[in-house]
């Protein structure tokens, strides 16, 4: 198989580019209702997050047929494209938008928790060599209470809110959210995450280990 035949998902159109540093790459997957991406190669381990409802055709390059899948927001897994590294083109069957957020898992960072946090709002949901994940909600008008991310990590909003994130010295940031914003974030301790809107405040917290 020639590389004329697929490209790498860097080139892929529909899977567009946000950031990239050291330890990620990010990129946001919009794929419009029935259309398709181009056949495309991962090779990276990749963390994926879903955030809308969604119905998709899968066919990896030489199948005969493809399989179809009911995507759920909120969804998040990791998949091993280093050791298994995937050519595909996906095919959105669904009545509206597909959309996901892929974080390619490109080094171990510097430093790592060796611990999971243990705040109620933090629930753990998976944890892999390279990754721990968390789901976060914070019900309206409530807090974290102060909590500390010891670790290098990806939070992915899963839906519309109104937050504020107060730091150790207790200046305050206020931040709009929007389904499908990506934050990249440093080590950080002694802040507060609370919740100013009307509904819970959900996202994924991936821990890159």
């Not at 990749?46 to 005969?64: K, L, P, W």
């Not at 083109?89 to 946090?117: W, Y």
């Amino acid at each position: 198989m020639g590389n004329d035949e697929y490209v790498e998902v860097r080139d892929e159109p529909r899977h567009r580019h946000r950031f990239e540093n050291d330890y990620i790459r990010l990129y946001d997957v919009l794929i419009p209702k029935g259309d398709e991406t181009l056949y495309h190669r991962h090779g990276v381990d990749t963390f994926y997050v879903m955030i809308v409802n969604s119905s998709v055709q899968d066919r990896t390059y030489g199948a005969a047929t493809s399989s179809t899948a009911e995507i759920t927001a909120g969804g998040a897994f990791l998949r091993g494209h280093l050791s298994e590294p995937l050519i595909h083109r996906v095919c959105n069957v669904g009545l509206g938008d597909a959309r996901m957020i892929g974080a390619e898992l490109k080094a171990a960072p510097p430093v790592s928790s060796s611990s999971p946090l243990g705040d109620p709002c933090h629930s753990i949901q998976k944890e892999h060599d390279r990754l721990r994940v968390y789901r976060l909600g914070i019900q309206p008008d409530q807090t974290t209470g102060r909590i500390s991310y010891d670790f290098y990590g990806l939070t992915v909003v899963l839906g519309a809110a109104v937050i504020s994130v107060e730091d150790e010295l207790h200046n305050e940031t206020l931040i709009s959210c929007s389904a499908g914003d990506a934050i990249w974030q440093s080590p950080r301790s002694n802040f507060t995450i609370s919740n100013l809107g009307q509904v819970e405040y959900r996202a994924i917290v991936a821990e890159w280990r």
